[in-house]
């Protein structure tokens, strides 16, 4: 498979050189390996960070990038920022994930997968129920788990286990076979919709596909299980499915378990033998993988795969046994190391997961001696992030790449799928007047869900006002490029607990920005804002100078979260102007640097500027009599502070803030 591109003057000649792939050429041998980032919406939605992220790792100079574990179905999921392709509304995100790649040169592929047993669901599905014969590795393993996380961590993730294990009580029905096996087919086919080059099945990791094959977890007698024949039917059965429904030439791959490292588990003979099976379906490369999360954490597996090519014995013998490509990963630290392997005969490309990411100009820097590749030292911090929904960031990455990723993910449960609560007739003429406030910028952009709460309205009031409301949403977000967006609006009923029923329905819509006009008559409104964590809330109020928006900062990480929430949403819009104030009760004279600073992370026009307020008052009590005498309409800030501040817990500000606004709007970003 190893044939040199000519003119390749590298010094890795083979590394560089190109291979074909199905009806692709990839023009060098480095694919990015699927590593799991946390980066999608919490409704399975590519987010615009996710889509920056691939594009950064497209432009690294690999030939291939694999987007990683993509859910087949709500009850797949590995993480609550699980990407998903269950649904055709997934399409047009993943065809702007799919884009990005293409433009830097390099094929994408979408990886498909089913969590099984380790999905976030009440529910897990899985090949049969868990048995006493492997349930103290099971807990083992978790020990083993438990000690990579700081001790005050460890209570939560133990209890999240325990949790989950309970739940391993029950086999897979005939009907959740067929179900799943479906559903890797319409998520394929919507992959090859979205315009991917290529899908690759999950086969590894100890997810479902993983499951069925393995014994330590598949325990059924006959059938889906038992023997190898019995325990590959399953997998078997969904590539074939997948076939049907895409194009012929189109490339199927497969992520491949060489060795489980639990009792009973995989090994390689049986991994070679399922190999032979998977080129006979017509598969078009495999991807080596080893290790389950039942065993990557005890101590001989990670001596073991902190080894460089971990993987190279297991794999010389795989490629020795079938005629499709094999990908190598497994610590693949140095172009020196990738060229051997390429040489030797062991793979036909070099997957690179972590080492890739830890340093994206990997591939560039392989070109030119003078440069020295960052390595991933295998702290598994990454890891640690991605477990404890984080999103993946990495140690090496420059102290600003880290803290916008961070504020990013934070943003994925506040910038989207907004909530507007409806009471009574004055808060529809709020909202009309507040719509400036109301709108994203174009790219993010979704319909809103619209809660009308029956009760306060007569019947025939209630319907007649619904009805034109709805209508004026219509006429107004039509022309801003919501047409083709699903439309939500509904109705509750609750004449004891509003608070209750708004509560309710922001978990189940998983609504990330709330909105609900001020009524000092109804208190509720306002404890609201202050009982929902983690999301954008905001007071509406009818003024005529929205456009007027006043900043209030403290310059810690709650700061940070203001300012890339509105450079997400409304810091663009030209009908706005804005003015950033830093209320100063002692001067540490560090503000106009960490002011710098701040602009810097977020990426602010550097020229953005900073008003300093010196006061012996409250801040409160200060930014109130600012904000009346100089008319702003809206405030937007942080709703606590976030740093271990001890003279100014914004919190308690916007708590003073709001006991004081006469027809603002607030913003308080959690």
């Known amino acids: ?63 291939m990038v694999i987007v990683a574990n ?117 998520a394929a086919f919507r992959a090859y919709q979205a315009g991917f080059d290529m899908v690759e099945l999950h086969g590894a990791n100890g997810y479902l596909l993983c499951q069925f094959l393995s014994p330590f977890t598949n325990k059924i007698e006959s059938g889906f299980g038992g ?80 080894t460089p090519a971990y993987l190279r014995h297991d794999m010389a013998k795989l490629t020795t046994q079938v005629n499709i490509p094999t990908i190598i990963s497994g610590r693949i630290t140095t172009p020196s190391c990738g060229e051997k392997l390429l040489r030797d005969g062991i793979a036909d490309l070099i997957g690179l997961g972590r080492p890739l990411r830890a340093d994206p100009g990997w591939a560039i820097k392989a070109k030119d001696p003078n440069q020295k590749i960052i390595q991933c030292f295998n702290c598994n911090w990454c890891l640690k992030q991605v477990v404890l929904e984080k999103g993946f960031n990495c140690r090496h990455w420059p102290k600003l790449l880290r803290k916008r990723t961070e504020l990013e993910h934070k943003l994925l449960t506040r910038n989207y799928r907004a909530l507007w609560i409806i009471t009574d007739i004055k808060d529809i003429q709020t909202f009309k007047q507040s719509l400036p406030l109301l709108v994203q910028k174009k790219k993010d952009r979704s319909f809103p869900t619209i809660l009308f709460l029956q009760g306060i309205f007569d019947h025939q009031d209630f319907h007649s006002a619904q009805q034109n409301f709805i209508q004026w949403t219509k006429n107004k977000l039509h022309p801003l490029g919501l047409t083709d967006t699903p439309r939500y609006y509904i109705v509750r009923e609750s004449k004891n607990n509003w608070e209750k029923t708004v509560h309710e329905e ?20 306002n404890r609201l804002l202050y009982k929902e964590r983690g999301k954008v809330l905001v007071h509406l109020n009818a003024n005529t100078y929205p456009h007027r928006v006043i900043v209030p900062v403290d310059l810690s990480d709650a700061t940070l979260l203001v300012m890339i929430f509105l450079k997400q949403t409304h810091i663009e819009k ?26 810097k992370i977020v990426g602010f026009d550097k020229k953005i500027p900073l008003q300093l307020i010196f006061t012996k008052t409250g801040v409160a009590s200060t930014l109130i ?46």
């Open 574 to 599: 030209k009908i706005f102007s804005f003015n950033f104030v830093h209320v100063v009760t002692k001067s540490s004279g560090q503000e106009e640097q960490r002011w710098k600073e701040i602009k």
């Open 506 to 525: 922001i978990l189940h819509g998983n609504h990330g920005q709330i909105f609900i006009c001020s009524n000092q008559e109804q208190p509720w409104r």
């Open 1 to 63: 498979m190893n044939k040199i591109k000519k003119g390749n003057k590298t010094g890795y000649p083979i590394l560089f050189s190109s291979l074909k792939i199905g009806k692709y050429l990839i023009w060098n041998r480095l694919v990015a390996l699927p590593v799991h980032t946390g980066f999608a919406h919490t409704d399975g939605r590519v987010s615009s960070w996710m889509i920056d992220f691939y594009a950064r790792l497209a432009n690294s100079g690999a030939g």
């Open 625 to 670: 009599k600012i904000i009346e005498a100089q008319k702003y309409g809206t405030i937007v800030m942080g709703k606590r502070g976030l740093s271990g501040i001890k003279q100014w817990l914004l919190g308690s500000v916007s708590a003073g803030l709001m006991r004081n606004l006469t027809d603002q709007s607030l913003f308080l970003i959690d």
């Open 70 to 186: 993509t859910a087949v179905s709500p009850d797949g999921v590995v993480s609550r920022f699980n990407l998903r392709a269950d649904r055709d509304k997934f399409i047009p995100g993943l065809s702007k994930l799919a884009k990005a790649i293409k433009q830097k040169g390099a094929v994408a592929c979408l990886q498909l997968n089913h969590a099984g047993r380790f999905a976030r669901t009440q529910q897990p599905l899985l090949p049969s129920p868990i048995t006493s014969s492997n349930l103290t590795f099971n807990v083992e393993s978790l020990k083993s788990f438990m000690e990579f996380f700081p001790f005050e961590q460890r209570f939560s993730l133990t209890q999240n286990f325990i949790n989950q294990v309970k739940t391993w009580r029950q086999a897979m029905t005939a009907e959740d076979r067929e179900k799943v096996i479906n559903n890797f087919a319409t």
């Open 227 to 306: 023997d190898f024949t019995g325990r590959t039917a399953f997998p078997l059965a969904v590539i074939r499915e997948v076939k049907k429904k895409l194009p012929e030439d189109f490339p199927l791959g497969f992520r491949l378990i060489l060795q489980e490292w639990v009792p009973d588990g995989i090994h390689l003979p049986e991994a070679l033998a399922f190999a032979r099976l998977l080129e006979k379906e017509g598969i078009a490369y495999l991807s080596a993988s080893a290790g389950t999360y039942n065993s990557l954490f005890s101590p001989a597996v990670l001596k073991k795969m902190a």
